[in-house]
């Protein structure tokens, strides 16, 4: 059986995000064993590399061998036992599959609802920290890949501290692509996937653990349900000690250097910047079409912008459009949003003017075969406004 | 940072096997979406392809997003509930795995003990069945990596089914390099790893679950303690619903459904009968050299084969020389056979005429540099008269 060539279809989804050459090539590069010396070299230069993403000094940072999922798995399961109370706050798809996770480690979940398409308050979140004495764990999604919405950090660490709890954030769709800063923000326990603004191909999930998440998880009493994503096992394998556990995701682990490679060579600041103005853009253009941002100025992601599909336009139609006519992806909203919204993702290498130029153009032109008058030249050109105000 | 390029180690160890060069370019090919139609396609074939590799019809046939270990963990924790018996035979480092992972699920767990280097007694297992009723699950290391020893499947599936408790087998160093033969044998569920003797990169775990492990499954009481590796979502994600779940990790499914095709191509009889070819060969070379395997015949898997270090020989300065002067790498013993056993790899793609010359011809000359006389001529003229009785 012969695999079908894939198509270069342009991933402006939520997810993955486009791959540079440079990381396919790393990928395919002779297969080493998983203790291997230089192997070992490779995973010690990985984890320097994605403290430097995570801007972070946290000794226990690797990437969780599975996808961003797995990595939220892993927060929770090394750190909550049964009977541990948790706070999240759910805001989306995202915050509503950690309280499931979280759930089934057998612990309290209390849930802070907010609004899709918005932050979760601080104030309600304080509300339920005082109510609820003893929380253990308070976990918030920095962006809700769902919606699109950033949740700042600050106030949250703030509550967790005066009510010592720790700080677990879903950065899955912020890391590589706006400021994370695990150090400087206090996080304790903080994720990612590598298929969003870090460029890579999915299949691993970066965490970072700092002390005061070590010191809960060294003082568990029982033992963590997931022998695949217990701590103890993996800080054995990416620690000295290199005592075996899993056989490592070679292949994937050179592919994850090479992106966070490129990310040290543009520079964080440069890459957050990128991010910014290309998103600003887009939205700028796809408003001349009549398309609507989701969430505010204030709280909207640079690396996935949620809109709301535009009346009588229908959404698979323009998507299956999208993709067959122009090579383009992008996706569908989720749960109450289906149907409904569309998210765009501008991540990592995926984040550039032609891209946004080309979805411009492509939805313009669609629109116009559905009958839904706009010209794209005008969305380009708005958006073209964008960069010369940056100029 | 550069990452330092992979030396040409030729790897035969327990794995990684090595990769051939189709595997490695269909790994760098365009990453799509996990929801491209394409990709779908591509999921589908994959699990097509999984499907004759395991010899079986069960439709939940799919590669689990994660090492061989969470193939073990995805087949345990939906099985498991707390309360629930299971015997499980450990005769090396997997079985002993297998248990750990089991009693994490809540489950109570038998053991039955065996000599590492041979497989498991069924007198013995039929003893422990008998003296603890309802046993929900007998799981078995079809292949114990640890130790070279292949369990015989047939007495074990006996048993299971006089007892009606599900079969559980461990085939991460079989599946591809011997018979597993799901349906004829009529095991329940097994699980393997991409990077034994299936040749692909390590980081996927194909796994396949018949009627009987299902029906268990639809009559658990209690959700499955893993959100990543629970069976309702992932079959909901590999089959027609295609509800998402988590985002696959693309570009190692093109690896597996490239080592996958070419096994394919070969067939499976023609691969089985190359494994049995060059493990007998090697281990004819071998024992002139003074190494003797720690499995008899009869036990031996043609897929690792674990030998006895020779006496006044230092385990890792052989290694270190292996991998330093000669690109080879082999594997060290685990637990008990620590200092005591090498293993061996010869699977996938590495096992070939030209590799077990390659070791042979290295070892002799190593042997030799630190004192223990022998000669790698007489090694490969008795590992060629082996390639002589298969013409």
Redesign the interface.
Same mark, same amino acid.
């Given at each position: 059986?012969?695999?079908?060539?894939?198509?270069?279809?342009l991933?402006l989804?939520p997810?993955?995000s486009?791959?540079h050459p440079r990381i396919?090539?790393?990928? +395919?590069?002779?297969?080493?064993?998983?203790l291997?010396?230089?192997?070992l070299?490779?995973m010690n230069?990985t984890s320097?590399?994605l403290r430097y993403v995570f801007e972070t000094n946290n000794q226990v940072t690797f990437p969780v +061998?599975?996808?961003?999922?797995?990595g939220m798995?892993a927060a929770l399961v090394n750190i909550l036992e049964p009977g541990d109370k948790a706070v999240i706050g759910v805001n989306g798809v995202f915050g509503q599959?950690m309280v499931?996770?979280a759930?089934?480690?057998g612990a309290e979940v209390i849930e802070v609802e907010a609004q899709w398409g918005g932050p979760v308050e601080p104030d309600l979140l304080e509300k339920t920290l005082t109510a609820h004495p003893d929380v253990k764990l308070l976990g918030v999604v920095h962006a809700e890949t769902s919606t699109g919405a950033r949740q700042p950090l600050e106030p949250v660490v703030e509550l967790a501290r005066k009510h010592e709890a720790l700080v677990l954030v879903d950065a899955v769709t912020s890391l590589g692509g706006l400021p994370v800063e695990v150090d400087r923000r206090d996080l304790d326990i903080v994720y990612s996937?590598n298929?969003k603004c870090l460029g890579a191909? !999915?299949?691993l999930a970066p965490i970072t653990f700092g002390d005061r998440a070590l010191e809960k998880f060294r003082n568990r009493k029982s033992?963590?349900? +997931?022998?695949?994503l217990d701590l103890s096992f993996l800080t054995r394998y990416w620690g000295e000690e290199r005592f075996?556990?899993?056989?490592? !995701?070679?292949?994937?682990i050179?592919?994850l250097?090479?992106a966070? +490679?490129i990310i040290?060579e543009e520079g964080l600041e440069e890459r957050f910047a990128r991010h910014l103005l290309h998103s600003s853009a887009l939205v700028a253009g796809l408003k001349v079409l009549g398309v609507q941002p989701v969430v505010s100025d204030k709280y909207r992601l640079p690396s996935l912008i949620a809109v709301w599909i535009p009346e009588n336009i229908e959404d698979s139609e323009v998507r299956s459009r999208l993709?067959k006519d122009y090579l383009i992806?992008i996706g569908g909203g989720?749960g109450p949003f289906k149907g409904r919204v569309w998210r765009i993702g501008m991540m990592g290498n995926g984040s550039r003017r032609e891209n946004v130029e080309r979805l411009l153009k492509a939805l313009g032109e669609i629109f116009n075969q559905l009958g839904h008058k706009c010209s794209h030249e005008e969305a380009l050109s708005e958006a073209g406004k964008v960069y010369q105000q940056q100029i």
């Open positions: 059986m012969q695999m079908k060539k894939p198509a270069e279809v991933l989804g997810g993955p486009p791959v396919l090539e790393a990928l +395919s590069r002779h297969t080493l064993g998983h291997d010396p230089d192997f070299a490779i230069q320097d590399l +061998s599975g996808t961003g999922s797995a798995e599959r499931d996770v759930s089934r480690c996937g298929q191909p !999915p299949g033992k963590v349900q +997931s022998w695949y075996y556990h899993h056989t490592a !995701p070679i292949n994937m050179y592919a250097f090479e966070l +490679s040290k993709r992806e989720l």
